[in-house]
């Protein structure tokens, strides 16, 4: 009897179990236990995977451990949750972080040591779950550790890929996709909870009528069904709290299609099983463009109403009042991947559970959170009605009345012309019918936010403008965030380790007291310790970078370096010709005080974007040609490390000098990479974009290389017609920079391969590479100038990590708790 099992369990005394005690001997003995009963291996034949996942398990328990404490206390104080609703998540390896939260490093380190494992040995194998394109899944994943370390119950709701972000290899200069392996070997991170289960629909079409009370009912009868299975990872905040990653997987239902099988016909019973896993089978690798698929339409509507049962079964279950679902639960959408579910919450409430119509909207409203994450066209997410409509028949008719309801409103009430009508509705009618899914989102939230100031300006001032006048209270800014715990304790330990030895440990939870170095940023011992610490990251990267790429450089160099996906607006180009320029006046004899640089670049191209895979191709055809050419390759070398991903990042920011933040102004809405950069005390090379601006308001202006135009520079030199061939024209520098990539001599004598980059670059420019070329290339020089003043550098160096204290992740959680949740850490005994 369920009742009687749990009143005789405490928690408290039961987790305090001496078997999984933090000790290097209850360690050892674990590893030992989940080596023979876990997975039923002896030590003769236990592989290194057989090892990694002993110990997997082994940490596992005692995350276990800690997680069951947090729900026990959440359940108990009835807490207010937060539900993180994320198409995308890129959590990094979970070992060595899941260790150090713990604070079980040494002792693990030591009891694998006494049963001859090297622990880094098991720490290097692990596949990291690719989950995510980029910065937004990264930043969801940080979120996650934040959450978790504060104490704010939390919900994070995804799906389960079985093919995560491809692999990127180079080969001949191009970048070639392979699949991604995370799962090949099994996942011992993750409990799949196969009772906790939700089916979901898809097409088929409605009925309407009076059901056999009377009631007016709507009845979506589907024309196929899917199931989606909770996989469950947990994950723990520094020293102690737990959250929980629930995935969804789609399986095929039991019952699929007995017809079929009857029938006899074997085949087509089976072929519905395998169409019903196609579900969550892939990842779209497309970082900001939508491709109007329907697959993709039938993952986020699969993963939404799945996280919404379980969010509406988790209220009902405690004896909560379905009407009150928003007091308990605040819901996040990380941007409109999930905005689905204002219509499916709806369905579910008015459909389902019989609510009325004004009721369930005042619930939706108020649980519903959006983020918005860009503002570029190619990425507001749209999707034409005729698809929508095959997909989802009944959410079609839903989204219809919502926005019957607010047109009439803001006709009526507001008195708002035709044309503005026109450009707030959900329905774009300018030319083939569309649903826009971020005026979907904007009016089923109770808030709206950015994440930079500026991004959260430009929002208000463009993309959303008449909604912000609408609703003026409704907009905010949540500047973006990253944790200090992997992006800077765990991925640069010895500068951790500096850093505490200094000031205490405070930091790692409260990123501010950072501010405490400040005093030491001219101390002459500090300041050489701080770049020896650099100095041996360096080599650490160089080691790594010769072993990957089989190009040597020498760790003395300036590290230079653009990690983050390969797109024209982020202009790794500018950074080419920069690259080239620097060249072009070695080979003249020119520059005598170049300071030797290693160029490096990593980075993923959508696998359908020809021209960033064709920027891929130019930086490995410079690469080729600088490193190999000995009259200037003892003054620089070029690097494309290959398959960016968190492993590999937790590689390249410790070792790096120089950080380049180099967008066109208005276009990052925030950028995370600039602020793990300079957390690992890189100086920033940038524009006015994203949070570079509120970088560098941080930091100093000093202590920032600031170029390029302004978003006003930017706007106004497209309202004037801008002309880039002007500007190629009267700049005979870069004139002679632009010739030389199509002068065959990086391509074997082909004019033709680089040719359209070229053009585009002379006569559209649409990111004006060419406006901001001058300001660029001078303000290297003071990078340079710089550089050759090593205690100056250190200075800025360290006071840069000093005043990074705004842009932990934890201060990011605050305010999303303070300004839209409404929840509280809780007490934990
Ligand atoms: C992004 C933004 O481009 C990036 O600037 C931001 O830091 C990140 C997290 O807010 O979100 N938007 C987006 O669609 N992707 C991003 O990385 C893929």
Redesign the pocket.
């Known amino acids: 009897d369920e009742k009687k099992f749990s009143d005789k369990i405490n928690i408290a005394s039961t987790s305090g179990s001496s078997r999984i005690s933090h000790s290097k001997e209850a360690i050892k003995a674990s590893f030992l236990d989940s080596l023979f009963y876990g997975i039923g291996r002896v030590p003769a034949l236990a592989t290194p995977n057989d090892r990694y996942t002993a110990l997997a398990l082994t940490i596992r328990d005692r995350i276990f451990q800690q997680f069951i404490l947090t729900t026990e206390s959440i359940s108990k104080q009835d807490a207010r949750a937060v539900a993180y609703l994320s198409a995308e998540y890129l959590p990094g390896p979970h070992l060595a972080n899941n260790l150090l939260n713990l604070e079980i490093t040494a002792q693990t380190r030591e009891a694998m040591e006494e049963l001859g494992i090297e622990l880094d040995d098991l720490i290097a194998i692990e596949e990291e779950p690719g989950l995510g394109?980029?910065?937004?899944g990264r930043?969801a994943s940080c979120y996650l550790d934040s959450l978790a370390t504060l104490g704010i119950p939390a919900i994070a709701y995804g799906i389960r890929y079985e093919f995560g972000i491809f692999d990127q290899v180079i080969k001949d200069g191009w970048q070639v996709e392979l699949t991604d392996k995370w799962l090949h070997y099994g996942n011992p991170w993750e409990v799949v909870r196969p009772e906790i289960a939700y089916e979901v629909k898809f097409g088929g079409r409605t009925e309407h009528g009076a059901d056999s009370n009377g009631k007016f009912q709507v009845t979506w009868v589907p024309g196929s069904e899917v199931k989606g299975t909770a996989y469950d990872t947990p994950i723990l905040g520094y020293k102690g709290n737990g959250a929980v990653l629930r995935l969804w997987r789609a399986e095929a239902i039991e019952s699929f299609d007995f017809a079929a099988f009857n029938l006899g016909d074997y085949y087509r019973a089976v072929e519905a099983k395998m169409l019903s896993e196609n579900i969550t089978k892939v990842l779209y690798p497309n970082?900001?463009a939508q491709g109007g698929k329907e697959l993709r339409l039938k993952q986020q509507y699969f993963f939404v109403t799945c996280s919404l049962q379980d969010i509406i079964r988790l209220h009902l279950i405690q004896g909560r009042n379905l009407e009150r679902l928003h007091e308990k639960f605040a819901i996040q959408l990380n941007?409109t991947h999930p905005a689905i579910a204002i219509a499916e919450l709806m369905r579910l409430l008015v459909d389902v559970h019989q609510l009325d119509w004004a009721k369930a909207w005042h619930i939706t409203q108020n649980c519903f959170a959006y983020t918005n994450?860009?503002l570029l066209p190619e990425?507001l997410e749209k999707w034409s009605i005729p698809l929508f409509e095959k997909v989802l028949p009944r959410h079609l008719e839903i989204i219809y009345e919502i926005n019957h309801r607010f047109l009439e409103e803001i006709r009526h009430q507001h008195s708002y012309n035709n044309a503005q009508i026109a450009g707030m509705s959900i329905i774009d009618e300018s030319g083939e019918r569309y649903i826009r899914m971020a005026h979907l989102a904007t009016i089923g939230s109770h808030s709206v936010n950015g994440?930079s100031a500026m991004h959260s300006e430009l929002l208000k001032k463009e993309v959303l403008h008449d909604f912000a006048g609408l609703w003026p209270d409704k907009f905010c800014n949540v500047t973006?965030g990253i944790t200090p715990r992997r992006f800077l304790y765990l991925s640069n330990t010895p500068l951790a380790e500096l850093i505490s030895s200094y000031i205490g440990n405070g930091w790692i939870t409260d990123l501010d007291q950072l501010r405490k170095l400040e005093p030491y940023a001219d101390d002459v011992s500090f300041q050489n310790s701080w770049m020896e610490i650099k100095l041996n990251n360096k080599q650490h990267l160089a080691a790594l970078l010769q072993k990957q790429t089989g190009i040597e450089i020498d760790p003395a160099m300036l590290f230079d370096i653009q990690a983050k996906r390969i797109h024209e607006y982020k202009r790794q180009h500018l950074k080419v010709l920069h690259i080239l320029s620097v060249y072009l006046r070695l080979k003249k004899g020119e520059l005598i005080n170049f300071s030797p640089s290693a160029f490096i670049f990593a980075g993923k191209a959508a696998p359908g974007y020809i021209m960033a895979k064709l920027l891929i191709k130019l930086i490995n055809s410079v690469a080729d040609l600088v490193n190999q050419d000995t009259e200037v390759n003892d003054k620089m070398k070029v690097v494309f490390m290959p398959d960016f991903n968190v492993k590999n990042a937790q590689n390249l920011y410790p070792a790096a000098d120089l950080s380049e933040q180099i967008s066109m102004a208005g276009m990052?809405?925030?950028?995370?990479g600039n602020m793990k950069f300079s957390l690992n005390g890189a100086l920033t090379i940038g524009t006015l974009d994203?949070a570079n601006v509120e970088i560098r308001q941080e930091v100093g202006e000093d202590n920032f290389f600031l170029f390029g135009l302004s978003v006003e520079q930017v706007q106004a030199n497209k309202t004037a017609g801008y002309q880039p061939y002007d500007i190629y024209q009267q700049n005979q520098h870069l004139r002679e920079v632009l010739d030389f990539i199509v002068s065959g001599a990086l391509s074997q004598g082909d004019t033709q391969l680089f040719r359209p980059l070229y053009e585009n670059l002379l006569y559209q420019d649409p990111f004006m590479l060419l406006a901001d070329y001058q300001s660029y290339i001078d303000c290297q020089e003071q990078v340079h100038e710089l550089w050759r003043e090593p205690k100056e550098w250190a200075r800025k160096s360290i006071l840069n990590v000093a005043r990074m204290g705004k842009f932990s992740s934890d201060r990011s959680i605050r305010d999303y708790s303070d300004l839209i949740w409404k929840v509280t850490p809780i007490n934990k005994k």
Request: glycine share 22%.
């Open positions: 394109n980029g910065g937004l930043l970082d900001q941007d994450h860009t990425a994440v973006n990052e809405a925030s950028g995370t994203g």
